[in-house]
T-cell receptor
Framework: KAGVTQTPRYLIKTRGQQVTLSCSPISGHRSVSWYQQTPGQGLQFLFEYFSETQRNKGNFPGRFSGRQFSNSRSEMNVSTLELGDSALYLC?????????????FGEGSRLTVL | AQTVTQSQPEMSVQEAETVTLSCTYDTSESDYYLFWYKQPPSRQMILVIRQEAYKQQNATENRFSVNFQKAAKSFSLKISDSQLGDAAMYFCAYQLNNDMRFGAGTRLTVKP
């Protein structure tokens, strides 16, 4: 079974641009969560999608958005990039509709904003 | 909102020795889940151990065990017989329903 796949793995953008990151969950997994990881803040929860609906949302500005498609693949978008958005963005999937278990993580997308 | 606190940004241990990583959390709920995740330098996070709050017995996975103190809202991870491959960032996490929140992490160094 293929693991969680995130693309692109690395990208460089400049301030003011926008970026879209993609996440393909493990086959059969219906929930996808996104986290921002930075050295100073650790893992910060962005949002979680289940069956194409945003089910939970963290405390991030509206510049951060996401969506989930019918095949459970998810994308997140960051508009009007700021230097502070430089981070590793992690996607994680889980199988069930009540998450009481393990999160399966991708390797992340490393975003650098110049 | 639930918060998870890891008070040790960095820890080190001698190979073959035992180390304990600390974690506390804040919640008013009684039924939840706690986890320890490991993130090696390659960055893919993997689950180390899981504890259901309704279980009094501490979870154990081979060399990894937890000390779960529900009343104190404490959830520490003990690594016995430390190995070089244990070097990583360790994150404590709290989950309630579909919401999982992480601590800031502890970087563990293993000295040969």
């Amino acid at each position: 079974k293929a693991g969680v796949t995130q693309t692109p793995r690395y990208l460089i953008k400049t301030r003011g641009q926008q970026v879209t990151l993609s996440c393909s969950p493990i086959s059969g997994h219906r929930s996808v969560s996104w986290y921002q990881q930075t050295p100073g803040q650790g893992l910060q929860f962005l949002f979680e999608y289940f069956s194409e609906t945003q089910r939970n949302k963290g405390n991030f500005p509206g510049r951060f958005s996401g969506r989930q498609f019918s095949n459970s693949r998810s994308e997140m978008n960051v508009s009007t990039l700021e230097l502070g958005d430089s981070a590793l963005y992690l996607c994680a999937s889980t199988p069930g509709d009540r998450n009481t278990g393990e999160l399966f993580f991708g390797e992340g997308s490393r975003l650098t904003v110049l | 909102a639930q918060t998870v606190t890891q008070s040790q940004p960095e820890m080190s241990v001698q190979e073959a020795e035992t180390v304990t990583l600390s974690c506390t959390y804040d919640t008013s709920e009684s039924d939840y889940y706690l986890f320890w995740y490991k993130q090696p330098p390659s960055r893919q996070m993997i689950l180390v151990i899981r504890q259901e709050a309704y279980k009094q017995q501490n979870a154990t996975e081979n060399r990894f065990s937890v000390n779960f103190q529900k009343a104190a809202k404490s959830f520490s991870l003990k690594i016995s017989d430390s190995q070089l491959g244990d070097a990583a960032m360790y994150f404590c996490a709290y989950q309630l329903n579909n919401d999982m929140r992480f601590g800031a992490g502890t970087r563990l160094t293993v000295k040969p």
